[in-house]
């Protein structure tokens, strides 16, 4: 791997095992160069409870982009919702707080899921 995947890893595990602490459902996202995912885990981290991404079969969204991200971050907040949850702890899995992660917790936000 190179430098740059490990110091996002080496930060993801820092804030996870604080969010581990916190026994609350967690939003977790991932961002490859083509597509981003967004999962909501159970509090002990074991059963995904909602998910939300841009290579989904219903759905398909060509591009990765922040208009992209935002349609991932309403979906990912209204199953969530449907679900029967409301307040989650964002996990943004050691990317900066910027651009597609940033567009994500903001619609998901927007459409009524509470951080």
């Not at 209204?78 to 903001?106: P, Q, W």
């Amino acid at each position: 791997m190179s430098f740059k995947s490990d110091s996002r890893l080496r930060r993801a595990g820092k804030t996870r095992i604080r969010i581990s602490q916190q026994d609350k459902p967690r939003l977790s996202i991932f961002k490859s160069s083509k597509n981003m995912y967004a999962q909501v885990f159970d509090s002990k981290g074991s059963r995904v409870i909602a998910s939300a991404s841009t290579n989904e079969k219903t759905e398909k969204i060509k591009s990765n982009n922040i208009k992209s991200a935002k349609l991932v971050g309403q979906k990912i907040a209204e199953r969530a919702i449907e679900a029967g949850i409301k307040k989650v702890v964002f996990d943004r899995s050691g990317y900066k707080y910027h651009g597609r992660i940033k567009a994500i917790a903001e619609s998901a936000r927007e459409a009524g899921l509470e951080f």
